[in-house]
């Protein structure tokens, strides 16, 4: 026999079933929308990367390859560049080593005359002794050098004369 506790229990329990069910459903059905929603996002973003491969991926394959012979172009002409100016200031280099070179020989040569314009009159006079004192030293070890001159002519001479004697007196003393 079965007692109405019982059934209200069966049925109880029965509807706790069909709850729990209704409930598993529920989150069944949860599940299978954010699985959906998961789906979907990985979805676009294979068709993203799909696109990418077939499409975007050589477009940016071109863009590197155009980066990279802008690179290398840059590169040649800042090679061009440093070149050109290492040549540049080398030549600037020698054209100031030329110009101060003049301007020393120029300063070397203008030095005696402006100290002769500063100089008083006593040394202007000391100056023109000592110029004058120069060429007379000058005239003075010529005729000094003549003087040795002659005087090693008259020293042959006067050996030759010498000798000639010595051969006259041995001549004689052989008479």
């Known amino acids: 026999t079965v007692t109405r506790g019982d059934v209200e229990e069966s049925l109880k329990a029965k509807?706790?079933?069909?709850?729990?069910q209704e409930q598993l459903l529920k989150d069944l059905r949860l599940?299978?929308?954010e699985t959906d929603q998961k789906l979907i996002l990985k979805r676009i973003e294979r068709d993203?990367?799909?696109?990418y491969k077939n499409v975007g991926s050589k477009m940016h394959a071109k863009k590197i390859k155009n980066l990279e012979k802008d690179i290398q172009e840059v590169k040649d002409d800042l090679c061009r560049a440093t070149e050109y100016y290492a040549n540049a200031l080398k030549t600037l280099k020698e054209k100031n080593d030329s110009l101060i070179e003049m301007q020393?020989?120029?300063?070397?040569?203008?030095?005696?005359?402006?100290?002769?314009?500063?100089i008083d009159k006593s040394s202007c006079r000391d100056i023109e002794e000592n110029?004058?004192?120069?060429?007379?030293?000058?005239?003075?070890?010529?005729?000094i050098s003549d003087l040795k001159a002659?005087?090693?002519?008259?020293?042959?001479?006067?050996i030759g004369l010498v000798m000639k004697?010595?051969?006259?007196?041995?001549?004689?003393l052989r008479v």
């Open 150 to 158: 002659s005087i090693y002519l008259l020293e042959e001479e006067n």
């Open 31 to 33: 599940q299978i929308e």
């Open 165 to 172: 004697l010595l051969d006259l007196k041995l001549q004689n």
């Open 131 to 143: 110029e004058w004192l120069k060429e007379e030293v000058k005239i003075y070890r010529k005729e």
């Open 15 to 20: 509807w706790q079933y069909v709850k729990d």
């Open 48 to 51: 993203y990367w799909l696109e």
């Open 104 to 118: 020393m020989k120029k300063s070397k040569e203008q030095a005696p005359e402006n100290a002769v314009k500063r």
